[in-house]
């Protein structure tokens, strides 16, 4: 397999667009790039580089998870990658907007890193090397 492009796509599956994209758009800054209905139901593309977070909303209601980085395997948190001198700056934003700190932030070497659950308690980790 060979990359079409530098990033990913991924979906968020959501019970209310306004929180999360609010969260995404204006707390963490991501550019909406897209909206369109499909035959899911209703979605938003928002662009992070070269990777786009698609949030949509089913037509049908979905149960949402049982919560919890850990409780359950699969794809079970997402990774922003951002430069060290926005670190503070973001996760000032994050708390501001009334999103948890479900992990206290940590350092390995120049890593450094902190989770916060988005509107919906999907575990969002910020991370920053050479801070």
């Not at 550019?31 to 580089?49: I, K, N, P, Q, S």
Request: charged share 20%; hydrophobic share 50%.
């Amino acid at each position: 397999m060979k990359a079409a492009k530098a990033g990913i796509d991924l979906g968020i599956v959501v019970t209310d667009h306004e929180p999360m994209l609010a969260f995404y758009s204006g707390v963490l800054g991501l550019e909406v790039v897209g909206e369109r209905t499909t035959g899911w139901g209703t979605m938003v593309e928002l662009a992070f580089g070269e990777t786009v977070l698609r949030l949509l909303k089913p037509a049908a209601d979905a149960a949402p998870s049982d919560g919890g980085m850990l409780a359950v395997t699969g794809f079970r948190y997402l990774t922003f990658p951002i430069e060290p001198g926005d670190f503070d700056a973001t996760l000032a934003a994050c708390v501001a907007a009334g999103a948890p700190v479900t992990s206290a932030e940590m350092r390995a070497g120049e890593v450094r890193f902190v989770i916060v659950a988005d509107p919906e308690g999907n575990s969002v980790e910020l991370l920053s090397r050479g801070a």
